[in-house]
């Protein structure tokens, strides 16, 4: 069995640390890392299995660049819709790849905890069951793992609470309170479900851990890139300046775009997703505020 991880930023390095438990895992990335295991492209692309931990927006790009179809079996680990054109990760990858031979991770996954080891629950997301549980089985025991057949669920749960999480960023930024802070997740929460429904997403799907449990977990903590969005943001910061000082991919500033044009085409009513779009163009949040208490 071989098995390599594309892109060594934060959760490709976590990723590769946790399938390093039972088996060799390697890794590559444009950049050349002094990690155990590292290897150049040419090599990873021979691998059996290949995980992505790539952004989003970069994966249409890459695949065009650098990715020829022999027989890989993939795990999708980017969080996100492209901007631009609204697509899906699913959708991107179809383009390059046969259905069977695609699955996609979800769950709550802070990079920064699956390093050191401590436990989580992920999902494996696959129109192909067999492939799911194939890649189910490749984590370590500190992982528990679940497999699911609804791909666009856990796209829109893991693209979508990356926006409402600097949203509960700007929330407690404004020092809105608790009370604030409930309500902006719950009303998040119905909000990406109705955007998820109209593609075809299941329901428990966002009561499940890619759902509700990715969501508590990035709109609730300081270790999301994407809650420090928001905190800098009610600060006043330019996100201009956000974005460098952070020096890591915040998905939820190029999905709440994504978002803002795919709910304007299709006539989905998503309010708080709007609100971040507008706010990430410079409107002012407590305005936005406003807007959302009297939508
Ligand atoms: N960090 C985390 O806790 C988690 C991240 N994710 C998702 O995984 C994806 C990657 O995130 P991170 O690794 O955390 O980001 P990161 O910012 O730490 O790393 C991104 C990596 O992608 C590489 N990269 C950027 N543009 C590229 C290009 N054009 N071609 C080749 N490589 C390129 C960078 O060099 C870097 O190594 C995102 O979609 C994120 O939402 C999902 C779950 C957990
Ligand atoms: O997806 C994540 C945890 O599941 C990571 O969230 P951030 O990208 O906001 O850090």
Known sequence: MSIAVIGAGKWGQALQFALSRNFTCKI?????????????????????YLIFALPAQVVRGWLETHFSF?????????????????????????NFVPEDHLSFLSGPSFASEVIQGLPTALVINSTNDILAKEFASFFPSFIKTYTSKDVIGAEVCGAYKNVL????????????????RASLIA???????????????????????????????????TLSRNYRVGLFLAEGKKLEDILIALGEVAEGVFT??????????????????????????????????KDLLAD
Not at 203 to 211: H, I, K, N, Y
Not at 273 to 288: M, T
């Open 28 to 48: 590559t990335s444009r950049q050349q890392k002094s990690i155990e295991n590292f290897v150049n492209l040419e090599e990873a692309l021979t691998c059996q």
């Open 70 to 94: 022999s027989g890989q079996k993939i795990l999708v680990a980017a969080k996100g819709i492209e901007q631009g054109s609204g697509a899906f990760l699913n959708e991107i990858f179809a």
């Open 165 to 180: 999480a600097i949203a509960s960023g700007i929330c407690d930024g404004l020092r809105l309170g608790n009370n604030a």
């Open 187 to 221: 009303r998040g929460l119905v909000e990406m479900r109705r955007f998820g429904k109209y593609f075809g997403a299941q329901d428990e799907t966002f009561l499940g851990l890619s759902g509700a449990g990715d969501l508590f977990l990035t709109a609730s903590s």
């Open 256 to 289: 709440s775009a994504a978002i803002f044009e795919l709910s304007l085409k299709h006539t989905i009513y998503t309010p708080i997703a709007h609100e971040i779009a507008l706010i990430l163009k410079g409107k002012e949040p407590r305005i936005s505020v």
